[in-house]
């Protein structure tokens, strides 16, 4: 493995534990359906992960796409910061949809159903960018 393919795979693993710790701070919560869930705005904060999610796949294309399509290469100095930072990018939108869980699951006293559909999806959409190094080989 590359030193640059170590480097994203280091930075997916570390954002996919913090999924991991915001499922476990929520799921530690006790809900009380006496008190009624804070007042939130919950279809934005949907809007918000749909958006994002889609929007990682297109990003994913315009910043990665050269890599896979064999364009540009991990050997040119030059890409590897573009490598690692189109990486960065995707990756931070696909775990911004597990903050945007956290803060609806905080909002709503820990209710399972106000945050684990956002933090699922993150960790999907994370498995979804893997970033093995097979994917950033040239198709022959």
Do not use: Q
């Not at 705005?41 to 297109?58: C, E, K």
């Amino acid at each position: 493995m590359k030193p640059a393919n170590l480097i994203v795979f280091i930075i997916w693993g570390a954002l996919c534990s913090s999924l991991l710790v915001y499922a476990a701070m929520l799921s530690s919560m006790t809900y009380a359906p006496g008190k009624g869930a804070a007042s939130t705005p919950g279809n934005i904060i949907a809007l918000a992960a749909g958006s994002a999610a889609a929007l990682s796949f297109v990003l994913r294309k315009l910043l990665l796409g050269g890599f896979t399509s064999g364009t540009l290469s991990l050997d040119d100095p030059a890409n590897r910061g573009r490598f690692i930072a189109g990486n960065v990018v995707v990756f931070a939108l696909s775990e911004g949809i597990g903050a945007l869980g956290f803060v609806n699951g905080i909002s709503n006293n820990g209710r399972g159903d106000a945050w684990l559909p956002y933090i699922g999806l993150a960790f999907l959409l994370m498995l979804a960018h893997i970033p093995l190094p097979s994917r950033f080989k040239p198709v022959s």
